[in-house]
């Protein structure tokens, strides 16, 4: 490290006299002084040896003993007793965190700068203490899975895949995989239902007027399928679309194919029930397939329209809810004190946040990674991806807030077509949204009881500049904040992107739901067919070992252990730091945040088909939003 680096931090007061020797600057964890997380003393872990157990996986070095500081009350900074010291903070925390280059393609910056450095190594420490035991039982699971079918006499039909699942993953996948994924994987209901529920980020409704048609059906086709023509279901705002079609164009593994599908989903006209009508390849023959197609031939669509939307939810989160979290946090870093209580929420809500993107360049989406070997896209498609969804959808900060998200796609509140009988992303996310923001909202007015004081506080004010400015955070509230309404709504976005939006696309989500062989693979593995007639779709399958493959790597994203550690959705508020160092509303605001998600999480356990064998207008139970379940941060 440069000297005039080191001078600078013994004068704003990150390092001591007895740390004046360091022979790796990877290994400057001494220099966080509050930086990442409230609790400075860092893990006693040896990342060399946590890292061996991933191929290709490089080494992070040793850390230094640090002693935490004294406790420290949160105060606004025209409270704080001590404004120097709080000053010489920032400035410190400015020149040790920088803004370095955007990782797996180019979406946010990331940090770096001794601290920034020292930080997001800390936090893969972190990470890697947490899948350590998951890969070990990963790897068992998959052993004994292998055994299982080859003793079945391998996969011959759709129904052997069954076999890969039955107790196979049951201490990685406690749960299993959702009630009725696969004994109604052949659903059209199934699979339509699933834009509105383990993916809902791609699917939008046609406007009548602002939209074209995409693309055109037979007359006759569209009438025997809806009723109708397919003019009428798009001027009366019945008419859904998926585009996946840039999908075609990204480069696949050798051995391995995709198509770049498109679909139409419509409201069926008596029930308002969604349904698919047609889908698109958009590659070779640019065969459209609909459900009066053979049974074969549209069960091979579904299959490829599935592995295209699989591709789509792992990527789009990363962009999403990765790169949005992290840059807003990024600049807070830069700009507030750790005595800011704003910023003492944003560390609660980015636990190991600064981990995920370094590890996935590494054992992810590196060269013949865990990515390259399961997924038709290379880990190059994933950086396409990212690098022009970043700017265009998923980066998008206000306009991605929840319902502003899904009224802007024509899912709610739509004023050109008529309400979805069932929206089970929307009805379970509404609830839980709601209580996270009550609990944003008493956390923001123990602190500024009036919105004149946010014109007091100016460390928020340079939070604002700076994530307008050299953060380049896209759709950003714009500086000055006058309103802590405006706050609420800034802080309940993030907490919803960690906590919630991240995993219903990933960790647990796609292992039990979106991930589930035979209909949801991760490539298929023969080209798509030049002309209909398809009398066995299981050359284009992945057969037992690469089965097997994806469903550990899907596997791996889970965090079951989470539930007994604290760490779920229903903690995310249940931090020592912020009930000790802060106001005394936060504690009782976290008390009753906790009643209220034990009590969404009661419901989310209770769900159960109906009479009629549905749970939420599906033929299969979801549970992605259980608040018991899911981690409270990008855990993955």
């Known amino acids: 490290m440069p000297k005039k680096e080191v001078k600078k931090l013994y004068e704003f007061g990150f390092l001591s006299d007895h740390q004046h020797y360091i022979k ?22 040896n990342s060399q040896a946590l890292a061996s157990k991933f191929h290709a996986q490089t080494w992070l070095g040793p850390h230094l003993p640090v002693v935490p500081p004294a406790p420290q009350k949160l105060f606004l900074p025209y409270e704080d007793p001590a404004p120097l010291r709080r000053r010489q903070e920032i400035e410190g925390k400015r020149h040790g965190i920088l803004y370095g280059p955007s990782l797996l393609g180019n979406s946010s910056f990331f940090p770096s700068g001794v601290l920034g450095d020292a930080m997001a190594h800390q936090h893969q420490d972190q990470w890697y203490n947490d899948a350590g035991w998951l890969t070990k039982t990963v790897n068992e699971e998959a052993t004994a899975a292998m055994l299982a079918i080859t003793q079945a006499g391998g ?14 993953w049951a201490g990685s996948v406690p749960d299993g995989i959702a009630r009725g994924e696969f004994s109604n994987f052949t659903s059209d209901l199934l699979f339509a239902m699933e834009r509105l529920s383990t993916n809902p980020y791609a699917i939008r409704r046609l406007h009548p ?31 859904f679309h998926v585009d996946h079609s840039y999908q075609k164009g990204y480069q696949v593994s050798p051995g391995k194919y995709t198509a770049g599908c498109e679909a139409y989903f419509y409201l069926q006209a008596e029930s308002d029930q969604l349904l698919p009508l047609a889908i698109k390849t958009n590659v070779g023959a640019d065969l459209i ?38 840059i807003v946090y990024l600049a807070a870093l830069r700009t507030m004190s750790t005595s800011h209580p704003v910023l003492a929420l944003l560390d609660r809500l980015m636990y190991q946040a600064y981990a995920i993107r370094p590890v996935g360049e590494t054992v992810l989406f590196n060269e013949g990674g865990f990515f390259d070997q399961t997924f038709a896209v290379t ?3 994933v950086r396409e991806f990212a ?17 502003t998200d899904l009224q802007r796609r024509g899912l709610i509140h739509s004023t050109y077509g008529p309400r979805l009988s069932s929206f089970p992303f929307f009805e379970d996310g509404k609830q839980i949204i709601s209580v996270i923001r009550q609990y944003v909202k008493s956390y923001v007015h123990a602190y500024y009881e009036q919105d004149m004081i946010l014109a007091l506080d100016d460390e928020l004010q340079a939070w604002m500049e700076e994530a307008n400015g050299p953060a380049m955070v896209i759709d950003f509230p714009a500086a000055p904040i006058i309103s802590a309404d405006t706050l609420v709504d800034m802080l309940t976005h993030i907490a919803w ?14 292992v039990a739901t979106s991930g589930v062989l035979p209909l949801h693979p991760a490539a298929l593995y023969a080209p798509p067919p030049v002309e209909k007639g398809v009398e066995n779709i299981l050359p284009f399958l992945p057969g037992e070992r690469k089965a097997i493959e994806q469903i550990a790597l899907l ?8 539930g007994q550690q604290n760490e779920t959705l229903l903690h995310m508020f249940d931090d020592k730091f912020l009930h000790e160092h802060g106001r005394e509303d936060v504690v009782f605001a976290n008390e009753r945040f906790m009643m209220q998600m034990r009590s969404i999480s009661n419901e989310v356990n209770q769900k159960a088909f109906d009479e009629e064998g549905l749970c939420q207008g599906m033929p299969f139970v979801w549970k992605g939003m259980d608040p018991a379940q899911i981690p409270f941060f990008l855990s993955v």
């Open 209 to 239: 007027t602002a939209d074209l048609l995409p693309f055109d059906l037979d007359l006759d086709v569209v009438e025997a399928i809806t009723g109708t023509r397919l003019s009428t279901l798009h001027r009366t705002g019945r008419l």
């Open 289 to 326: 397939y609909t459900p009066l197609d053979e049974e074969n031939d549209w069960l091979l669509a579904k299959a490829m329209f599935n592995q295209n939307d699989l591709f789509h939810g792992q990527i789009f989160h990363l962009a999403n809810s990765h790169a949005v979290a992290e």
């Open 379 to 381: 880990n190059r498609g």
């Open 387 to 403: 690098t022009r969804f970043y700017p265009a959808v998923a980066g998008l900060f206000r306009s991605n807030y929840f319902e």
């Open 555 to 562: 596997a791996r994203f889970n965090r079951p252990q989470f």
């Open 24 to 45: 790796d600057s990877m290994a400057l964890v001494a220099l966080l002084l509050g930086v990442a997380v409230p609790i400075l003393a860092l893990p006693a872990i």
């Open 497 to 510: 992107l960690c906590g919630v939006s991240h995993h219903v696309l990933n960790s647990g989500g796609p």
């Open 155 to 168: 996969i011959k039909n759709l129904s052997d895949y069954e076999i890969l699942y039955q107790g196979q």
